[in-house]
């Protein structure tokens, strides 16, 4: 009995307006079909944000620590759920169990800290420039915030989103990417057990050129937040400007991982492995780039080549996975097409380069983690991003020269470096042109209490995560209160 799931709109579970759906299946088994979900139109958003305004009305007048309660409440039911979301989400998406529980751990952080912040949500109380009159800063709420998330961190981006929307007194209308909309109907189930009042979350399942667009057209909602590709966020852009909305976009990534002659090399073995490969290559935080010192480079090689002809590709939920499926047809077919790009380009494919095929494989999306030598600066596969299990290596002489191809990308999300070399590291977190550099660790890895994002064409300039994200989903508002009883004129008559 296949089970058809419905949107969230209006306080209740509803069929979608037009009575479309769509097929939902888990990628390391097309025949494991996990649901029909809604392929919602303009009509679903159209009701979803009628009652999104409700419920900002609402919500706007609940204190800050009693949404705060509510978050930390969500975060207490993730924690006794982690396991049985874990495995949902990794039948969903196929990444392995360790790392969905990883995903969940995410969502759990970003609720404590949020809860936390009810209690802050800081404004500034400052001298005033006349007598008898104070001035004061202080924040509020905005109303009903779009959310479009992607499908690597089913749980996770969207707590990154969500739940600071929500503690800063939003409404939201949420479309999760249409490849894990399970994960997202659970997590709305959450929200409103943990006592979230239910006209202030919608969910609106969908694909991105329907539903999606449509939150991001609506004259209603004046802030969208938006992971996901570099080509849409610029689409997502453009409306967002002519509208004149609030917008915070996180997308591409081309991420390089250094290792210079003095790096303890096992360490750096460890980082790549992990950096590259998991969540099959498909994080926008993803080492696709490793450069390499000459000292090193061809030993390191070897070595690694090793270890990655050692992964073991497979279904997610099954234990000794190390790789689990891509998320999708297109996903391989995109990555074929740089295996393609890059020996065309005259790299040299050293392992991996095509579908997985073999034992347990054959009904799941698998690739070959893959790996490129001897790949120059300036190849598409070295700047473009493939968001699969595609490694591309370049050897350099000099730590400069590292820097110099590390910044010399359109993307400018994450950097790694490993080196003893204490000068160095601090030189590289002032010169490598990136939102987070790791020193001795890999590119992956953000942590729920620092602000994430990226310089260039990863974002545009906001940050999620750690305490800058409440920035983006409150106003700053001013309070002058004048008790002198008279005139007084600022910036006239102030002695
Ligand atoms: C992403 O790939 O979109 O740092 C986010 C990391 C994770 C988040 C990745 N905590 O890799």
Redesign the pocket.
């Known amino acids: 009995m296949t089970t058809t799931f419905k949107n969230f709109i209006g306080g209740a579970w509803v069929e979608p307006a037009g009575g479309a759906y769509y097929e939902n299946r888990n990628p390391a088994d097309h025949d494991d079909l996990i649901g029909r979900f809604p392929r919602s139109s303009a009509a679903d958003v159209q009701k979803a944000v009628e009652s999104a305004k409700r419920g900002f009305d609402l919500w706007k007048r609940t204190p800050a620590p009693a949404r705060g309660d509510a978050l930390r409440r969500a975060g207490d039911i993730l924690v006794r759920r982690k396991d049985e979301i874990a495995d949902l989400m990794t039948r969903e998406m196929g990444k392995p169990l360790a790392e969905t529980k990883g995903d969940v751990q995410?969502g759990i952080d970003t609720a404590y800290y949020a809860a936390t912040e009810g209690r802050r949500l800081f404004g500034h109380t400052v001298p005033s420039e006349l007598r008898n009159k104070w001035a004061m800063s202080f924040r509020r709420p905005i109303g009903v915030c779009g959310i479009i998330t992607?499908f690597?961190?089913p749980l996770?981006?969207p707590t990154w989103k969500i739940f600071p929307a929500l503690l800063c007194g939003n409404s939201i209308v949420f479309k999760p990417a249409e490849d894990v909309p399970h994960t997202g109907h659970v997590f709305i189930e959450i929200l409103l057990e943990a006592g979230v009042p239910p006209e202030v979350l919608q969910l609106v399942h969908g694909v991105g050129e329907e539903a999606g667009k449509a939150i991001v057209d609506h004259p209603e909602v004046p802030i969208v937040s938006f992971?996901g590709s570099t080509e849409t966020g610029k689409l997502v852009g453009e409306t967002c400007g002519r509208m004149h909305k609030r917008l915070s976009l996180?997308m591409g990534g081309k991420n390089a991982q250094i290792v210079l002659d003095d790096a303890d090399l096992e360490l750096a073995l460890d980082g790549v492995l992990w950096g590259a490969f998991g969540t099959t290559g498909q994080?926008?935080?993803a080492t696709s780039r490793l450069i390499v010192q000459s000292g090193v480079h061809d030993q390191f090689l070897g070595q690694l080549v090793d270890r990655v002809k050692k992964l073991k590709l497979g279904d997610g939920r099954k234990s000794g996975t190390d790789v689990g499926p891509m998320i999708n047809e297109a996903a391989v077919r995109k990555t074929e097409h740089y295996v393609d790009v890059g020996q065309s380009e005259g790299a040299d494919l050293l392992c991996g380069g095509r579908r997985a095929t073999g034992k347990g494989l054959e009904k799941g999306w698998y690739f070959e983690p893959t790996i490129f030598a001897r790949v120059q600066a300036g190849m598409r596969i070295e700047q473009e991003e493939i968001f699969g299990p595609v490694l591309s290596v370049i050897r350099v002489n000099t730590a400069d020269e590292a820097f110099t191809i590390n910044n010399d990308v359109k993307y400018g999300l994450s950097s790694s470096l490993y080196t003893r070399d204490v000068n160095l590291a601090f030189r590289a977190l002032n010169e490598l042109d990136n939102g987070i550099t790791y020193v001795n660790a890999p590119t992956?890895?953000?942590e729920a209490h620092m602000p994430f994002g990226g310089v260039k064409q990863t974002g545009n300039g906001h940050r999620e995560g750690g305490w800058e994200v409440y920035e983006f989903y409150s106003e700053t508002k001013v309070g002058y209160v004048d008790f002198s009883g008279a005139l007084q004129r600022a910036q006239i008559d102030n002695y």
């Open positions: 995410e992607p690597n961190f996770a981006i992971t996180e994080r926008c935080t992956i890895g953000a």
